[in-house]
T-cell receptor, first 112, second 114 residues
Framework: DADVTQTPRNRITKTGKRIMLECSQT?????MYWYRQDPGLGLRLIYY???????NKGEISDGYSVSRQAQAKFSLSLESAIPNQTALYFC???????????FGSGTRLTVV | KQEVTQIPAALSVPEGENLVLNCSFT??????LQWFRQDPGKGLTSLLL?????REQTSGRLNASLDKSSGRSTLYIAASQPGDSATYLC?????????????FGTGTQLKVEL
């Protein structure tokens, strides 16, 4: 099993719909992140969480919300999807003891 | 604000060639630097992680160096193979602020031709 698992892998949704992307990890790390990737813009941080009771906005949090259900689970919601939220979304976890980041395989989201 | 630049944006080489990918960053106050590989439409695979106190890391045909004072890192790939074709991303982890966030470059798209 992958260290970081994202579901779904692909999703097409209509403008205005609510959608949730899910992430779970088996690394045992407290820190989890959501990034989005757009062509030519690189990966940008949406939200991050250092533990179950800690949620922080990243650089592009508008239009998104998150929920940390457990140490291993971190979900991202789009309350009312819009076409410019079409992107590749990545969940990640990091080792706070100086280790690197581990990323999931991504969710390709298309908003029509 | 940390900015990460990768040059070149794209590179095409014949199989067997040794090559160097470059990464520069504007703020030298970093925790570590990580190189990733991304295949089209796929996730990120970690290649090498260099702590701020280290000068280089090696894994197989890959060698990454870090010069923190000048804000530069290079990824050296020896004896390139068609299977090395992918986008290579450099990312720096900050010391403070934003959850020690990871700032990414936009990547170098590598094609290794037969």
């Amino acid at each position: 099993d992958a260290d970081v698992t994202q579901t779904p892998r692909n999703r097409i949704t209509k403008t205005g719909k609510r959608i949730m992307l899910e992430c779970s990890q088996t690394k045992g790390h407290d820190r989890m992140y959501w990034y989005r990737q757009d062509p030519g813009l690189g990966l940008r941080l949406i939200y991050y969480s250092f533990d179950v009771k800690d949620i922080n906005k990243g650089e592009i949090s508008d239009g998104y919300s998150v929920s940390r259900q457990a140490q291993a689970k971190f979900s991202l919601s789009l309350e009312s999807a819009i076409p410019n939220q079409t992107a590749l979304y990545f969940c990640a976890t990091s080792d706070p003891r100086g280790g690197g980041y581990t990323f999931g395989s991504g969710t390709r989201l298309t908003v029509v | 604000k940390q900015e990460v630049t990768q040059i070149p944006a794209a590179l095409s080489v014949p199989e067997g060639e040794n090559l160097v990918l470059n990464c520069s960053f504007t703020d030298s106050a970093i925790y570590n630097l990580q190189w990733f590989r991304q295949d089209p439409g796929k996730g990120l695979t970690s290649l090498l992680l260099i702590q701020s106190s280290q000068r280089e890391q090696t894994s197989g045909r890959l060698n990454a160096s870090l010069d923190k004072s000048s804000g530069r890192s290079t990824l050296y790939i020896a004896a390139s193979q068609p299977g090395d074709s992918a986008t290579y991303l450099c990312a720096v982890r900050g010391l403070t602020g934003g959850g020690n966030k990871l700032t990414f470059g936009t990547g170098t798209q590598l094609k290794v031709e037969l």
